[in-house]
């Protein structure tokens, strides 16, 4: 079952200079910073950053997640939908937090996060 949306995510080439950037305009810096992924808590949703490029064109470099409790399960169960094709399996990227994206069938990336750090009711 959906939780809601939780997170979008930004490619960016420079990181530093995003994280930065990202850091002015919102106030605040990062609850989550590594050289592979930088997350801001935006009032109950994540703004992240992600560093890696490949494979990105000019209007496809953001990904919005919905949230889920268990991302194993949620993956299968929208893998089983007819018109679903596999993107990115579920990936532990640490913290306990849990990503996966499928495309749908017109070809848009769907995302989802298992992220403990959010709980159930944001």
């Not at 960016?12 to 106030?27: F, I, P, Q």
């Not at 992924?37 to 490029?53: Q, S, T």
């Not at 306990?96 to 992220?115: M, R, Y």
Request: proline content about 5%; glycine content about 14%.
């Amino acid at each position: 079952m959906l939780l809601g949306l939780r997170t979008v995510i930004y490619k960016v080439s420079n990181l530093d200079a995003a994280k930065a950037w990202y850091t002015e305009v919102l106030g605040f810096g990062p609850y989550f910073d590594q050289p592979f992924y930088v997350g801001f808590n935006v009032g109950g949703f994540e703004l992240g950053l992600d560093p890696d490029m490949s494979g990105v064109e000019r209007g496809s470099s953001v990904v919005a997640y919905w949230g889920v409790e268990d991302a194993d399960a949620e993956y299968a169960r929208i893998l089983a939908i007819e018109g679903t094709k596999e993107h990115s399996p579920v990936n532990d990227v640490g913290q306990g937090i849990k990503v996966a994206t499928v495309k749908d069938p017109c070809g848009n990336v769907f995302g989802i996060i298992e992220n403990p750090h959010f709980g159930t009711t944001q």
